[in-house]
């Protein structure tokens, strides 16, 4: 009996730790009328998505139902075709607030705008506000057909919607002027493409829009007349997204623009079917522990599921892709499969990863050119059993059919610094009006046109330069940096045409949303639904005799692991952008606090007691969440770093004065002193864990950031005493700068200066700018401040003259390499992690591949790399980090392009012509998210070389570690807009 109530206890918290409370929409009809065929199918389509997203509807006819009060009962309201009077007194002043204080999300429809005098009902005035200081003027009775251009195609409820759409059989309200000057507009009508035409019009005619000033997510669609709506995929997209939204549930991942979308739809010259069907069994568990090495017990699955299918040794280069069919019976949660191509001569990429994305069939193209094929012994198709998660099943199958293989004429393009052919590479995010504003061509170029996407003019001619470059073959430049108007524009070259982007200072307010989300989807110990319940509340770090839980904060990449100090920058990197939010961007504001918020916790949480610190686990499963069962984890790292506690002390200080919370000062205060203690007493750390990004810190970055903190404790305390320690702290940094030459401003990791700073992949590049210039704001007053300030013009000096080496691009190099730096035994095996043993000699092989620029020294644009951790883009960000701190500071707008060039580069502005930003703009690649499935936002660890060159290589094999997504990256991807948006 004991035995039965435990398993159903179990069960039951299962089912607990699983479903999250379903959320309330409050849906406000319009009864009858020409609109009812809208609102009947409106209802219809909601109540489908309610019992798909887990959410619950209750309709009403008449606001005046509506008790005092009872509007705060729900989280989203949809106005569906309900005009804005016939409201009670109550429900009036309850729907003001709510919206305003950010209580409830908003979507309205069509009627929603019928503001003024109606039925015997005068002008609600907040709500007239509220839609752009407007008032109904008329409208097209007989209804048209128009066709409705995206202005904002970043913003969330545009995810996946075509650029220009037709919306049939409506309306087009007009209004007394437009709300253009107090709204932010999504999208707008081309009144000359009403069909039939109509002389009902108003100029600048925006259809959805939303309010940015209030606190309340909200979005109006002037649309909403016609049934036909829920037939047009463009609609049906952006009320969901705009549910989605206003929830602040995941975002839904639309591929239809995806790199992997335009792989499908390119014409087969030849195939070969392979096997017609097959099946994959997979258990959820093998009943067993999940065991991993014994350095890393818990980076461990339960098992693999393969299908391994001989091919003898067959010479496949005739065949230049893998496609196949692919469907699974999992009833929820994440499910993927990985196809490898088993030779004898080793690609070192791994295995492809593919996210299978829900029930029904899903067509899979694998692009093998750049694989080694010539002795293929077998495919495999094989999946990891990582545990249950949020299904209920015991068991899925993959169902597999139609595995063939298949010749294209042009594969992919995956490396080289010429632009892909058929393209311009260029921000498809859109530029900030400020700074530079280029793209990119292979070839000779000639005359272009910047054309608005609104009037169809063309707003900007010019003609294309060649610049000089270091980089091989001819490219071209578009410049149109003089054109400053915002709005939404496109490039035309010839036969060349890029899909509209815009020029505005918001222009990036979309991928901090997209990456928002990516952060909320990859949190620890919460419910994020469609992707895991309550997780890891099981996984402790057992300390004098207590256990504390680690199912907090965030998992940090593809994986399941964490790593506290990461989490602590990541808090860092949203309170910044919380700040440059704040004052115009209350809902993009709300949204950073509560996900610095979330991870605060996990800092606070993690704190040991005498500066210990839980630290990091690696982890690649899911456990069941329930403490005291087989599967609890007690393997959580711990440790007490002066640098960690250095760094946590500095963000925990900004935390505390940002949000004025004096518990947090408290903590700041405390960790600063655990830091100075260990310092005082043992000097440098000599860190101890080979799997925590802090073990290849240099010394003169570990006394950066003890400066950085000391400044950051005095600006919270205004104690003179921090002031003295980060001025003398920051002393053994600069003696680590060099001061002569060209190229002078770089750091040497100490002063013997056997080695320069470099890194391969976590980058904190920007330490010691942040250090100096807090320094030089903090105490401008100090006898060294001349220095400090030498030094940091020293630094963007440095930063201009090795920039080149990637123009007309714009990315930032991994710097200047010395010969020999491999002597440094100690720096070069700390930053290179499992090394072949003719390391040296690769070493100076990678360096020829770079710019000589003496006997000594090189400049390399991608690190000098051997193992599985590569990929530039924590270090391009960090180091437009450092670039625009410089700028900000010394007013200089190279060093902000500088940063600038870092955002535009990793949206598309690259040769491969990619977004790395799932979700945005367009060509964005699918990544290797094996954990928590394809993200909207997810961002990963970045673009790598090929092989000893120092060319840019992204392969199409979905793996590790290029392709896998990062929380790293994210967050140095918000800190560096946050510098950029407070100009």
Not at 7 to 20: H, S
Not at 107 to 120: R, V, W
Not at 317 to 330: A, I, M, P, Q, Y
């Amino acid at each position: 009996m004991e035995k039965k109530l435990w398993v159903v206890l179990l069960l039951l918290c299962f089912v607990v730790k699983i479903l999250a409370n379903p959320q309330r929409v409050l849906v406000i009809t319009e009864l009858g009328g020409q609109h009812a065929e809208f609102t009947q199918r409106g209802l219809r389509w909601l109540n489908q998505q309610a019992e798909l997203q887990n959410f619950s509807v209750r309709e009403i006819n008449d606001c005046r139902e509506l008790k005092a009060g009872e509007i705060t009962e729900y989280d989203l309201i949809v106005q569906l075709n309900y005009p804005p009077y016939v409201w009670s007194d109550a429900s009036v002043k309850d729907f003001e607030k709510t919206v305003d204080e950010g209580k409830v999300a908003w979507i309205g429809f069509h009627h929603a705008s019928l503001l003024g005098e109606f039925d015997g009902y005068g002008m609600w005035q907040w709500f007239s506000d509220f839609l752009g200081g407007i008032r109904f003027q008329n409208y097209i009775a007989e209804r048209a057909d128009g066709e409705v251009t995206v202005e904002d195609p970043g913003h969330p409820v545009m995810l996946g919607v075509h650029p220009k759409f037709i919306i049939r059989e409506d309306e087009w309200y007009t209004y007394d002027k437009t709300p253009r000057p107090q709204v932010h507009v999504l999208a707008s009508v081309n009144e000359d493409s009403y069909q039939p035409t109509s002389k009902v019009r108003m100029g600048d005619h925006p259809v959805i829009w939303t309010n940015p000033k209030k606190a309340a997510r909200n979005v109006y669609f002037q649309i909403g007349h016609s049934g036909s709506l829920f037939d047009n995929p463009d609609f049906v997209k952006m009320f969901l997204n705009a549910i989605l939204w206003g929830l602040n549930r995941p975002m839904k991942c639309y591929d239809d623009a995806s790199l992997e979308a335009g792989l499908k739809v390119q014409p087969v010259m030849a195939s070969k079917q392979i096997r017609d069907h097959l099946t994959l069994s997979v258990p959820m568990s093998t009943g067993k522990r999940a065991t991993g090495q014994p350095d890393d017990p818990d980076y461990a699955i339960y098992g693999t599921a393969s299908i391994t299918l001989p091919l003898k040794n067959r010479n496949l280069e005739k065949w230049n892709r893998l496609s196949f069919d692919v469907r699974t019976d999992l009833d929820a949660g994440v499910a993927n499969v990985n196809v490898a191509l088993e030779t004898k001569r080793n690609s070192g990429l791994g295995a492809h990863l593919v996210n299978v994305k829900g029930n029904d069939w899903q067509h899979v193209v694998y692009q093998i050119a750049e694989l080694p094929r010539k002795d293929v012994s077998a495919i495999r198709l094989y999946t990891d059993i990582k545990g249950k998660n949020i299904s209920q099943k015991d068991s899925i199958h993959y169902e597999i059919r139609n595995l063939q293989l298949e010749r294209v004429a042009q594969p992919e393009p995956v490396s080289g610094w010429q632009v892909v052919p058929g393209q311009i590479a260029y921000s498809m995010s859109g530029y900030l009006p400020h700074g530079n504003k280029t793209a990119v061509v292979t070839g000779i170029g000639g005359n272009f046109q910047l054309i608005d996407e609104l009037t169809h003019q063309v707003v900007y001619e010019g003609t294309t330069m060649m610049p000089e470059t270091t980089l091989d073959g001819r490219l071209s430049v578009l410049d149109f940096s003089d054109f400053k108007q915002e709005g939404i524009y496109s490039l035309t070259l010839d036969t060349l045409h890029t899909l509209p982007f815009s020029i505005s200072s918001h222009c990036m307010d979309g991928t901090m949303w997209k990456m928002l989300n990516f952060i909320r989807c990859q949190r620890c110990g919460d419910v994020v639904p469609g992707i895991h319940g309550k997780c890891h509340t099981d996984v402790f770090c057992d300390y004098n005799g207590r256990q504390i839980s680690y199912g907090g904060g965030w998992h940090d990449a593809g994986d399941l692991s964490q790593q506290t100090l990461q989490t602590g920058d990541v808090v860092y990197a949203l309170l910044e952008t919380y700040q440059a939010c704040k004052q115009n961007q209350p809902q993009l504001a709300a949204q950073l606090k509560e996900e610095a918020l979330y991870g605060l916790r996990q800092l606070v949480n993690t704190r040991l007691g005498n500066g210990w610190r839980a630290s990091s686990i690696g982890l690649l499963h899911w456990t069941d969440g329930v403490t005291g069962t087989a599967d609890d984890i007690h393997s959580v790292r711990k440790q007490h770093n002066a640098f960690d506690n250095y760094l946590y002390a500095a963000y925990e200080a900004y935390a505390a004065m940002v949000l004025q919370d004096s518990n947090l000062r408290k903590v700041a205060i405390e960790d600063f002193g655990f830091a100075d203690e260990q310092f005082l007493r043992e000097g440098i750390d000599s860190f101890k864990i080979v799997m925590e990004h802090v073990y290849n810190t240099s010394d003169a970055t570990w006394m950066a950031a003890a400066s950085w903190s000391a400044s950051m404790l005095y600006e919270l305390t205004g104690e003179a005493s921090y002031a003295e320690k980060a001025a003398r702290y920051m002393a053994y940094t600069l003696d680590c700068q060099e001061q002569t030459g060209h190229y002078a401003g770089f750091f040497y990791r100490d002063k013997s200066r056997r080695a320069i700073i470099h890194y391969i992949h976590q980058s904190r590049e920007q330490l010691p700018i942040q250090a100096l210039v807090a320094l030089c704001k903090t105490q401008p007053t100090h006898a060294d401040f001349i220095r400090w300030k030498n030094a940091i013009e020293l630094y963007g000096h440095y930063l201009k003259q090795i920039v080149a080496s990637t123009q007309p691009y714009g990315m930032a190099p991994s710097g200047i390499y010395k010969k020999n730096e491999y002597e440094d035994k100690d720096g070069f095996y700390r930053l290179h992690l499992w090394v072949p043993e003719n390391a040296p000699e690769l070493y100076n092989l990678q360096l020829q591949e770079g710019i000589q620029m003496d006997d000594n020294h090189y400049i390399r644009r991608f690190p000098v790399w051997f193992s599985i951790f590569n990929g530039n883009e924590a270090l391009i960000l960090s180091t437009g980090k450092a670039a625009a701190l410089c700028g900000k500071y010394l007013n200089d707008d190279t060093l902000l392009n500088i940063g600038r060039e870092q955002l535009y580069w990793t949206v598309g502005k690259n040769p491969l012509c990619q977004s790395l930003i799932y979700g945005e703009g367009h060509r964005y690649p699918s990544q290797d998210s094996f954990s928590s499935g394809e993200i909207v936002g997810e961002i990963p660890v970045g673009i790598r070389s090929l092989g000893n060159t120092d060319v840019p290589y992204f392969p199409m094999t979905n793996n590790a570690c290029y392709k896998e997504v990062w929380l790293t990256s994210a967050g140095k991807w918000l800190s560096l807009i946050a510098d950029l948006m407070s100009l």
